[in-house]
């Protein structure tokens, strides 16, 4: 096992490492040829990402096992969700940011990898390992909407104050911050939707009970229903700006307080190790 994980341990960081380089030139020089080949590199690191998944799950069991797992799964989950944005939206500058995130996760995913691992019961099923994969890339998609909120904040401030810093300077406009962060709260709707759907039905499955009493349960299930009123009110309100960028950075502040805070006051059967 071993000797067919090891590889993607080295080549893995070292391709998102390679992206986040033409991204940072891309964001601080405007330089076109950087901008063109950050996303093709990310595209390249994303392939690499899944064949190892790939390769993981060969060993029959969904491959987050432990901490640094699910770092690497956070990592994939942000990539890939910055990239879409890109695409959809034509604006990549900002993935000099979201990159790094990526990049940070996987090196430390890498170096800390676990060799001997204890695989819970719950892993070797595909519909429990969907359910993971679903939800985190929908609470990663809510985080990347979180930060395009701090973007927009921070950068509507340095515009009032005149003192736009290099940085900011190579930012996108306000208003194509505002888009992309929207687009980046839909995915994250649904994702996160569609991932918990699959928990409460597995759930039912293994223990007959639609609705567990699991306290991680409860708050990503009111965190959800809180993110769709918030966005049927963004829409009847016609709410945007700094009011929007505002809500979607505190939102999620409260929603990952709320996990936090959960790990420590209660059990679940969501540990895997």
Not at 38 to 45: K, R
Not at 65 to 76: Q, W
Not at 115 to 127: K, M, Q, Y
Not at 164 to 180: F, H, K, N, T, V
């Amino acid at each position: 096992m071993q000797s067919l994980i090891q590889p993607f341990n080295v080549l893995l960081p070292m391709l998102y490492g390679i992206a986040l380089i033409y991204y940072g030139f891309y964001l601080r020089n405007g330089n076109e040829q950087s901008g063109k080949w950050a996303p093709n590199v990310l595209l390249s690191a994303l392939v690499v990402h899944l064949l190892y998944f790939i390769a993981r799950s060969n060993f029959q069991y969904f491959p987050i096992t432990n901490s640094f797992d699910s770092l690497s799964m956070v990592a994939f989950s942000i990539a890939m969700i910055h990239l879409i944005i890109e695409r959809t939206s034509g604006e990549g500058k900002t993935g000099f940011f979201f990159i790094s995130i990526a990049f940070v996760f996987q090196a430390s995913a890498s170096m800390f990898h676990v060799v001997d691992i204890h695989i819970h019961e719950l892993l070797t099923n595909p519909i429990f390992g969907i359910h993971v994969f679903l939800t985190l890339v929908g609470i990663s998609a809510l985080a990347i909407s979180a930060i395009y909120g701090l973007m927009y904040w921070m950068l509507a401030k340095q515009i009032k104050s005149h003192n736009l810093g290099i940085i900011y300077r190579g930012m996108p406009p306000l208003d194509q911050l505002e888009a992309m962060g929207r687009l980046s709260s839909i995915l994250g709707l649904v994702s996160l939707g569609f991932g918990l759907i699959m928990g409460h039905f597995y759930a039912y499955r293994v223990l007959g009970i639609l609705f567990p009493p699991d306290l991680k349960i409860i708050i990503n299930d009111v965190a959800w229903i809180f993110y769709l009123l918030g966005w049927a009110i963004v829409k009847i309100k016609n709410y945007n700006g700094l009011r929007l960028s505002k809500l979607a950075f505190w939102g999620f502040i409260a929603y990952a307080g709320a996990i936090m805070a959960a790990n420590f006051i209660s059990t679940s059967f969501h540990q895997f190790n």
